[in-house]
């Protein structure tokens, strides 16, 4: 792919004094047991990936996962170990700190768990300090950092101190502030993990809609599957520094590819993850269809009452009303009440 | 064997003081002992022994080694002062232009470094000084005597009281609000009325100058020390022993190096007032959440800008209260300076208990006890100040204290202008209130004091009489009667049980450094006067806490009472009680009782306090007592907190019990006393002190030990 925005080739972050010699002599055959026995931590153990202009990779995974490090990685908060990370072709690790400063003034911005928000500055403030820090002069900063008020929809609340604010609304100010450099990569370490269920529900809407506007290159770390599920365009799950499987949400809670993935999809509402597209056959008879159409984006839920009520196949069809394959109804029974379910 | 298994620790203790006791009896006290004579005094006596290292000769009295080991570390002193003396009167010598002869002269690197220091804060001082209080030798260093001769209108005329006043209330108002200018403007009258003004400016100056010095390099050093593992590995021996040293004692090194008056106080203030800065700012820097950090990183910010925008600002709080120890520090060593020279209240509070003032020795400590309130309640309301946005204000609301200190200095000239007029005798009371003209209760206070001494006298001094022959003198007898040998035993045991052979080797090898010094029988009496004090203390401190924590209004005013007492100046405690008890062992005592109960009330409540709530409910629906509760379930659980308080208690007790040299004692002090005036006492001011530092720091190390394990065993933080 040489639109890759993002591309990982077998990173390595292992904690410890003697982390490099033990991980030269186990020769990409990393074992965190044996590791651990020497004082080192398995932080990222060979993640090779790629995330393409305008996707959003989530990665998830449980706490102690390596999903934050691999992060810190990719911002380089941290030092990868071992292993090659470009950002659009620029080999990450051989930049210089100038170089690196730069890029992060430029091109990342990063929203995290706890806000982060500076407490002796001001929403507005808070959102002008990456512009501030570049050089910036403080009217155009502050104009644009007004324009990121409003986009996160904080008006007649940017003179607020970070203490007068809700959470919710604190991270509001976080992710404006990561985004008013606009970067073209955005970075997203559990944003919503901090906040009420329902607010939470809220921010992901919110977060949605931004990205629609926005498309940027996302990563968005969580720990939350129906989050991850709701979000990506492909899914990343780790367990101990490894990426168990990356694949998109449908093939994930379709074909969980190991038993841990497994143990995360069995409890997900398919009709609520899946869309048509993803349990479609093929097209092999188009008379022996009924006349019902629905597009392959649906969700299975929102037409399955529809394509239930049928008794014949029901026709698929694309953005350009081209018939790409059918449903059976009893597929649709199977998908939410078979299959491998217990 | 089941009781061994399950009481190890238990028969550990045991074993080590049948060990300790048996080592006291096996071993006789010498026939020749006797307390005064301890070891080593540097006096030429044909009983002493000799020897000779490195250049320097050590006499002492010869014991059985097991009884007192031989003064093997009696050189250091000597050769610390010998080698002062090289380093200030011949190393490096080397031409500098001398301004006042107008010709090169050959003088030590040394020396001619302590004496540009020594000059710049003499300037320092006499500038703020003369801006506060009038003078001429600010200009004088700018021109010359000769020209002020020719120009009398060249001098700083001083500041009015009032503006200055004005100037307080006004930044109390903007810092906290009504309550405290209320208290600043009430302080500053008291001190203008009473006729402190000019001692009160002196001191003022003295802070002024050594509070900001200290602060920035106490926060440039603390920032250094976050940045790198090795220069906190290399601070932090010398931060523990500098908290751990009474002030008093770095005293006498100060004056050695640059010699008697304000500049070298403000110096050694700086040496007191820096080690608590640094750990503050270290402290706040690492308590700033690492995403913040890594928020700032990925803004673009480089270090610097990381440091000064992100990581300071967010640790605000913490360096404030940095600032905070740095003032009141600076306070209390402005008092305690007064021992090499330094003006201001010190000074005359020192001069008042010389001459058994203590009318006028209340007055000034009265004067300096509420300065200290104030100065302590100023800072820590800055420090709890949280910023507000000024965007929106208008142009008035903005800089109305600016506008209102204009208009102070305005009104307060002029009514200086018409003083002028209205008081004869070239007293102008809006300008300056001189010392003998202000308002004084000495006499009635010294009424007071002998009519107390009338009429209580046959009580006191039989209360006095049965303490000291009672409880002290075999109090002391028992510790002197201690083997060294057996004494080191017991230290390095207590330091096995309760953190291992780490523990082990670091206090053994504080406790050896004393018992190999010359002044361990001093040590001894130090040290008896301090675990009297602190038994007092804690008994005191752990019953009031308990009673007081009971109730939600007494525990505030506890609190609150601790801390106003905590901001007097140790110096204070001494004036009440040589007024009750005069000069004697027992006035020493009960100065360190009182000041070492301090902490450990507040350590009490702070503990109780600490108790997580649910337990207390846990506890109540389990159906205890009142009793039941705080016996089973609080004092175990704040118990370590308790602990740490104990610590402090030693501390405190330690300072106090060498500040009472002042009225007399046999120990430390008396020797660092003795060294303040002796020309040679460099060395030995500095080893006393590390002395004292290290009796506390022994205590420190098996408190802390002990404690951190604790708290791991009941899972808190």
């Known amino acids: 792919m040489t639109d890759a925005v993002i591309k990982c080739e077998s990173v390595y972050k292992i904690f410890g004094a003697n982390a490099k010699k033990m991980l030269q002599e186990a020769s990409g055959n990393v074992d965190a047991k044996t590791f651990q026995e020497n004082g080192c931590i398995v932080g990222v153990n060979n993640a090779s990936f790629e995330v393409a202009k305008g996707e959003m990779l989530v990665v998830m995974g449980l706490s102690g996962s390596g999903k934050s490090t691999l992060l810190r990685c990719i911002s380089r908060l941290t030092d990868a170990t071992d292993g090659k990370i470009f950002i659009e072709g620029q080999d990450l690790l051989s930049l210089k700190n100038k170089e690196l400063i730069e890029l992060r003034r430029n091109k990342m911005g990063m929203v995290f768990q706890s806000f982060a928000l500076l407490p002796h500055k001001t929403v507005l403030e808070n959102i002008a300090f990456p512009l501030q820090i570049k050089g910036i002069k403080t009217e155009d900063s502050i104009n644009k950092a007004m324009d990121m008020v409003k986009l996160v929809g904080l008006d007649g609340r940017e003179n607020y101190f970070p203490r007068e604010l809700s959470g919710g609304q604190q991270q509001r100010v976080g992710i404006a502030r990561s985004l008013a450099v606009e970067p073209d990569i955005w970075f997203l370490d559990e944003p919503f993990s901090a906040l009420d269920p329902l607010i939470r529900k809220e921010m992901q809407d919110e977060f949605l809609r931004l990205q629609g506007v926005l498309k940027k290159t996302i990563m968005f770390i969580t720990h939350d599957f129906d989050e991850a599920l709701r979000l990506a365009d492909r899914i990343a799950i780790m367990k101990d520094g490894i990426i168990e499987q990356l694949d998109t949400p449908a093939k994930i809670v379709l074909n969980p590819a190991t038993e841990y993935v497994k143990k995360f999809t069995e409890e997900v509402p398919r009709e609520k993850v899946l869309k048509i597209e993803a349990v479609m056959d093929p097209v092999d008879d188009v008379k022996n269809l009924s006349d019902l159409k629905v597009s392959k984006n649906e969700i299975i839920e929102n037409v399955a009452e529809k394509i239930l009520t049928q008794e014949k196949s029901v026709a698929v069809i694309d953005e350009n009303n081209k018939i790409v394959g059918t449903v059976h109804p009893s597929k649709i029974i199977h998908t939410v009440f078979g299959g491998e379910k217990k | ?717």
């Open chain 2, 1 to 717: 064997m089941e009781l061994l298994k399950k009481y190890p620790k238990l028969f550990q203790w045991l074993f080590l003081l049948v060990i300790f006791f048996a080592l006291c009896f096996a071993i006789d006290v010498p026939e020749t002992y006797k307390f005064i004579r301890g070891q080593a005094e540097f006096i030429k006596d044909p009983n002493q022994s000799t020897y000779t290292l490195f250049g320097a000769e050590v006499r002492y009295y010869a014991f059985d080694t097991l009884w007192r080991l031989p003064p093997l570390l009696g050189w250091l002193p000597i050769w610390v002062n010998d080698s002062l003396f090289f380093l200030l009167n011949e190393w490096m010598p080397m031409e500098f232009w001398n301004e006042d002869l107008q010709e090169y002269r050959t003088r030590p690197l040394v020396l001619q470094i302590t004496r540009n220091i020594t000059a710049s804060m003499t300037f320092l001082i006499e500038l703020i000084r003369e801006i506060l209080l009038g003078g001429s030798k600010t200009v004088v260093a700018f021109t010359s005597w000769d020209w002020i001769d020719k120009n009398p209108w060249a001098e700083l005329p001083g500041l009015p009281w009032t503006i200055v006043a004005a100037g307080a209330v006004i930044l109390c108002y903007k810092l906290s609000g009504k309550g405290l200018a209320i208290f600043a403007g009430l302080v500053m009258i008291y001190i203008s009325v009473f006729g402190q003004w000019k001692p009160s400016m002196q001191t003022l100056s003295f802070i002024l100058v050594a509070a900001p010095l200290s602060f920035i390099f106490g926060l440039s050093l603390g920032i250094m020390a976050y940045k790198s593992k090795r220069v906190e590995k290399a601070l932090y021996p010398l931060l523990l022993v500098m908290q751990t040293m009474p002030q008093y004692a770095v005293l006498v090194p100060a004056m050695v190096l640059f010699g008697i008056g304000d500049h070298a106080a403000v110096i050694i203030t700086m040496v007191v007032a820096i080690p608590p800065m640094i750990l503050l700012t270290l402290l706040g820097l690492r308590a700033v959440p690492s995403e913040v950090i890594e928020a700032g990183k990925m803004s673009g910010c480089n270090n610097w800008q990381l440091m000064t925008k992100v990581l300071i600002p967010t640790a605000r709080r913490d360096i404030l209260i940095g600032v905070n120890q740095v003032i009141m520090v600076c306070f209390s060593m402005a008092v305690i300076a007064a021992f090499i020279g330094a003006k201001g209240l010190g000074w005359n509070l020192l001069l008042a208990l010389n001459q058994l003032n203590i009318g006028l020795a209340l007055e000034a400590g009265l004067c300096i006890s509420m300065i200290a309130i104030l100065l302590d309640k100023m800072s820590l309301a800055w420090a709890n100040k949280q910023e507000d946005y000024f965007g929106n204000l208008t142009f008035f609301q903005r800089y109305k204290n600016t506008l209102f200190f204009a208009g102070a200095v305005l009104i307060g000239v002029t009514f200086a202008y018409v003083g002028t007029f209205l008081f004869k005798d070239n007293f102008n009371y809006f300008s300056e209130i001189p010392h003998n003209k202000g308002l004084s209760f000495a006499d009635f206070w010294n009424k007071g004091v002998d009519w107390i001494w009338d009429t209580f006298f046959q009580t006191l001094k039989i209360f006095n009489t049965w303490l000291i022959t009672e409880v002290l003198q075999p109090m002391r007898a028992l510790y002197l009667r201690m083997p060294a040998v057996a004494t080191l035993v017991l230290v390095i045991g207590a330091g096995y049980i309760i953190g291992g052979i780490r523990s082990a080797f670091t206090v053994g090898g504080l406790a050896l450094f004393i018992a190999l010094s010359p002044w361990w029988d001093r040590a001894l009496v130090t040290t008896y006067m301090a675990t009297f004090g602190v038994i007092a203390s804690c008994t005191i401190g752990l019953t009031v806490g308990t009673l007081c924590q009971q109730n939600k209004y007494t525990t505030k005013f506890m609190l609150a009472v601790c801390d106003i007492f905590q901001t007097f100046p140790s110096f204070v405690y001494l004036i009440p009680v040589m007024m009750l008890f005069g000069i004697t062992d027992t006035s020493v005592l009960i100065a360190v009782i009182v000041y070492a109960t301090i902490p450990a009330t507040r350590y009490t409540i702070e503990g109780l306090r600490s108790v997580p709530p649910a337990l207390h409910d846990a506890a109540t629906m389990s159906g205890v007592t009142k009793f039941q509760r705080l016996i089973n379930i609080e004092f175990p659980i704040a118990f370590p907190h308790m602990m740490l308080g104990v610590n402090q208690t030693i501390v405190f007790a330690l300072f106090m019990v060498i500040i009472g040299a002042f009225i007399g004692t046999e120990d430390l002090g008396q020797y660092i006393l003795k060294a303040l005036s002796d020309k040679k006492g460099g060395g030995k001011g500095l080893i006393l002190g590390i002395c004292v530092a290290f009796i506390a720091l022994i205590f420190d190390n098996l408190i802390r030990t002990w404690v951190e394990k604790r708290k791991k065993h009941l899972g808190i933080d």
